[in-house]
């Protein structure tokens, strides 16, 4: 399989994925340092700095998409839909998001300072805001949220995914189980293709 990981920090971490040491794996992340890092670790790999929002790749030529606690940091509609432009018909993405515990507990230690509460405070609103509406609102360009089954699951259908599975299977630790969410980008019909030609002529 081709796979794309988004957010891949320094290349490792692919545990549990479903993948294997023969595929192709083409890494992104945001931070120059941590591609640096990576390329060192793992020279037969593809690394590329980009956003997540933004991705430097043709459309549907990946198999699999994988955000490893990327995604609550991104405008998660919009990743949604790059995810999606640049997988193949078929294509899944797998997807390891911040419950709502992790992020009382990110809010619990950011006492006694001001600021890193507020943010906190935000933070869990827009969880909130996210879980009803499927789209996380932003503060300065930040749009870090909590997820919940329905709000990961309405962002997704609204992205062009369907056939959603989820299971908690991954801990960031023994305390903060990571929400695992699986979907398949959806093959358009013939309806919906003659449709979208109609639009584009």
Known sequence: MRILDVGCGTGSG???TGVS???EIVGVDIQFQRLKTARLNLPTRKFVQAQGEVLP?????????????????MNLPLALKEACRVLTPGGRIYLSL????FT???????????????????????????HFTGRPASVKGKYESFQTVRGISIAL???????????????ISKRFPSL???ARKLVATSHESGRVARQAA
Request: hydrophobic content about 45%; overall charge positive; aromatic content about 14%.
């Open 14 to 16: 692919l545990k549990g």
């Open 21 to 23: 040491s023969s595929d």
């Open 57 to 73: 790749f043709a459309n549907e030529v990946f198999d699999l998409a994988l955000y490893k606690l990327s995604l609550p940091y």
């Open 98 to 101: 911040h419950c709502f515990r």
């Open 104 to 130: 009382l507990h990110e809010l619990t230690i950011s006492f006694p300072k001001p600021k890193a509460t507020l943010f906190r405070l935000w933070v869990m609103l827009n969880g909130v805001i996210l």
């Open 157 to 171: 259908r609204h992205a062009g995914f369907g056939d959603i599975s989820v299971s908690k299977p991954f801990t």
């Open 180 to 182: 695992i969410v699986q």
